[in-house]
C-alpha cells in the first residue's frame, strides 16, 4: 500500500515537474491605454502544445468563418483550423511559421502581468516594431498569436507601441478540454487551398461571366448568356441573395485582347426594372421602340434618358481596354518592359446594394469594337459584411446613361452636347427626399488633336436652372498604365498613344463617378441639365460625350 502511494506522488511530482498541468489563458485587445470590448483570445496550454482560440468559440457564440490555430511545439508545426460553419471545418498545416522570427533581448524593468515577472523580446513584421513580455517562470509556451512561440509564456504582445493583447488570466484546469478539434492528417489541405476556400468564406460571390467573348460578329449566339449588338453586348441574368445595408458591393472585371488591337470604351450594366418598360424591352425589340431623346438637329437617342415611363440603365462601371494587351503581347519588344497579360478593373459599387439585394437581376458587359475576335472577358460581384453603413436607407434612381451601348445595335453616338443647353431631361419625385446626390460618371471622345478626347472641356450640372458643379474632367495619369498597351502607337518624340492626356479616361483604366450634392428635394418634378462645350465636327471625325447619372436620396 505504501509503495503504491510513493509511485503515485513520484507519478503527480513528475507530471507537475514536466508541465503536464493545462493552463487556460483569457487576453483582452487595448488600444492607446485603453480595454476594448472585443472578443477575447484564449490559449489552452500544456507541456509541447497550445490551442489559440476566441472566447466566442469557447462560449458557443461563434461568428462564422472563426479561425483558431493548434501549435504543435514537438514536431514544430503549427495547424490552422478554420470554421466555416457550424458543421464545416478546413485544416492546413504550417510548417515555417515557428522559423520565421528572430527575437532581440532587451533589457525590461522586470514588469509583473498576472503574477509573473517578465523579460522582453523584439522583433520586427512588415515594418511594424513588435514588442513581447514574455515569462519561462510557467515552463510551458503560449501565445495569443504566432509570435513568441518560442520564447515561453507571452504575456503581452505591443504592436508599434500602443495596441496589442495583455494577459487578463491564467488557471490551471484539470486536463485538456476535449471539445477541441483533433488534427486529421487524412484531411488537412494544401496552405493555397486552404487560404482560398477560408477567404472565399467571408462574402458573397457571385460569378457573372467567364472567360465570354465580346467581339463584332453577327448571328454569334451562346448557350449560357443572351448577346445583342452583333456580339459587342453580353447579358446574363443573375440572383442577389438578401444582405445586410451595412454590407459593401464590388465588381471585377477582367478583360484581354481576342484580336482587337484598339483602345475601346467599355461598360458593366444593370437593367433598372423601376418603370413598364426597360432597356432590356429595346434590347429585343429594337432601340426604335423606346423612348429618344431628340436634340435641335433632329437627331434622335434611343434608350438614354428617363421619361415618365421608361428608365436607362444604371451604369456600374465605365472603363477602357488598353491597346492590345495579352494578344499582342509578342509583337514590340522593349528593354527593361513586361508588358501585362491581362487588365484588371474592380469598383466599389455598394450604393446600388438598393436595388440588387434579394433581387434577380439582369447584368450586362459592352466594348465598342468592330472586330471578329474582340475581347475576352470575365466579370464577378462579391458582397462583404460590415464595414459600411454608406448604402443604409439609400435609394437610387438612373436619370441618363448617353454611353451608347447597343451601338451596333440603334444608338447612335451621343453628339447632343453641340446644343448650347446641352443633355435636359425633366424627372419626378413621389415624396421629398434628403440628401439628394448626383452619381456622375463622364468621358470625352472623339477627333484627332482637336478632337474633344484630347482638349479638356468643362462639364456643367444644373438642377431646376441652378448650377449646382462644375469641373474639367481629365486625366493626367495615362502613362502610368504603358505596360498594359503593347500595340498603341509610338511617335518620333518618344510618347506612345496611350501616355497622352485624355478627357477623364486612359487605356486600361477605370473612369471613377463623382458625386454630386443636391441637397434635400421637394417631391415633384425638376429638371437637370448637362452643358458640356462639345468640339465641332472635323471632316468625318466628330466629338462626343459618353455620361451618366444616377439620382441617389434618403
Given amino acids: 500500500m505504501k509503495r503504491n502511494l510513493l509511485l503515485l506522488l513520484m507519478v503527480l511530482a513528475s507530471n507537475k515537474l514536466f508541465g503536464q498541468v493545462t493552463y487556460k489563458i483569457t487576453y483582452h485587445y487595448f488600444r492607446d491605454g485603453a480595454m476594448l470590448k472585443q472578443d477575447p483570445v484564449v490559449v489552452f496550454a500544456t507541456k509541447g502544445k497550445s490551442f489559440v482560440t476566441k472566447e466566442s468559440l469557447v462560449s458557443g457564440n461563434a461568428r462564422y468563418p472563426a479561425e483558431v490555430s493548434s501549435y504543435d511545439y514537438t514536431g514544430n508545426k503549427v495547424y490552422r483550423i478554420s470554421y466555416l460553419s457550424a458543421d464545416k471545418q478546413i485544416s492546413t498545416v504550417d510548417s515555417s511559421t515557428l522559423k520565421k522570427y528572430t527575437y532581440e533581448d532587451v533589457d525590461s524593468d522586470g514588469k509583473k502581468i498576472i503574477g509573473y515577472k517578465t523579460q522582453k523580446a523584439v522583433t520586427s513584421v ?18 495569443p498569436n504566432d509570435l513568441g512561440q518560442s520564447l515561453g509564456l507571452v504575456l503581452e504582445y505591443r504592436r508599434n507601441g500602443n495596441s496589442g493583447l495583455v494577459a487578463a488570466s491564467i488557471e490551471k484546469l484539470k ?34 461571366f467567364q472567360d465570354e467573348q465580346i467581339c463584332f460578329q453577327p448571328g454569334i449566339k451562346s448557350d449560357s448568356i443572351m448577346r445583342f449588338a452583333e456580339g459587342t453586348v453580353i447579358l446574363k441574368k443573375i440572383k442577389v441573395p438578401e444582405v445586410d445595408v451595412n ?21 458593366v450594366f444593370l437593367i433598372a426594372e423601376d418603370q413598364k418598360i426597360s432597356f432590356l424591352d429595346g434590347m429585343k425589340n429594337g432601340m426604335a421602340t423606346l423612348p429618344s431623346y431628340v436634340d435641335s438637329s433632329g437627331t434622335s437617342y434611343p434608350g438614354m434618358i428617363r421619361t415618365s415611363e421608361f428608365s436607362p440603365v444604371y451604369e456600374l462601371m465605365r472603363f477602357f481596354t488598353p491597346f492590345g494587351v495579352s494578344h499582342f503581347n509578342d509583337r514590340l519588344a522593349l528593354k527593361g518592359k513586361t508588358w501585362q497579360d491581362s487588365v484588371i478593373y474592380r469598383q466599389d459599387i455598394s450604393e446600388f446594394l438598393p436595388v440588387l439585394s434579394g433581387k434577380e437581376v439582369y447584368i450586362g458587359t459592352y466594348i465598342g469594337n468592330y472586330d471578329k475576335g474582340g475581347h475576352k472577358v470575365s466579370l464577378e460581384m462579391s458582397i462583404h459584411p460590415g464595414g459600411s453603413n454608406y448604402a443604409e436607407g439609400m435609394k437610387i434612381m438612373p436619370l441618363f446613361n448617353t454611353t451608347n451601348v447597343m451601338e451596333m445595335g440603334g444608338q447612335t453616338y451621343p453628339t447632343m452636347f453641340k446644343d448650347e443647353k446641352g443633355l435636359e431631361l425633366t424627372f419626378e ?48 495619369d495615362c502613362g502610368s498604365y504603358r505596360l498594359y498597351n503593347p500595340v498603341s502607337g509610338n511617335f518620333e518624340n518618344g510618347l506612345s498613344s496611350s501616355d497622352l492626356s485624355r478627357s477623364n479616361w486612359c487605356p486600361g483604366t477605370v473612369t471613377n463617378p463623382v458625386f454630386i450634392d443636391l441637397g434635400d428635394l421637394k417631391a415633384g418634378k425638376h429638371t437637370i441639365r448637362v452643358q458640356i462645350p462639345q468640339g465641332p465636327k472635323e471632316g468625318e471625325s466628330i466629338s462626343f460625350w459618353n455620361v451618366s447619372g444616377a439620382l441617389l436620396y434618403k
Fill in 126 to 143: 512588415n515594418s511594424n516594431k513588435i514588442e513581447l513580455l514574455y515569462s519561462k517562470d510557467a515552463q510551458i509556451q503560449a501565445a
Fill in 175 to 208: 486536463g485538456w478540454p476535449k471539445d477541441l478539434p483533433e488534427i486529421n492528417p487524412s484531411q488537412l489541405l494544401d496552405e493555397l487551398t486552404y487560404r482560398d476556400e477560408l477567404w472565399k468564406s467571408r462574402f458573397i460571390y457571385l460569378p457573372v
Fill in 247 to 267: 454590407s459593401q458591393a464590388f465588381i471585377q472585371l477582367i478583360e484581354k485582347s481576342n484580336g482587337d488591337a484598339y483602345d475601346r470604351t467599355g461598360s
Fill in 429 to 476: 419625385l413621389t415624396q421629398d427626399v434628403k440628401d439628394a446626390k448626383l452619381r456622375y460618371i463622364s468621358t470625352g471622345h472623339g477627333g484627332w488633336g482637336n478632337g474633344d478626347e484630347f482638349v479638356p472641356k468643362p462639364n456643367r450640372i444644373f438642377l431646376d436652372s441652378k448650377l449646382q458643379a462644375q469641373f474639367t474632367p481629365w486625366r493626367l
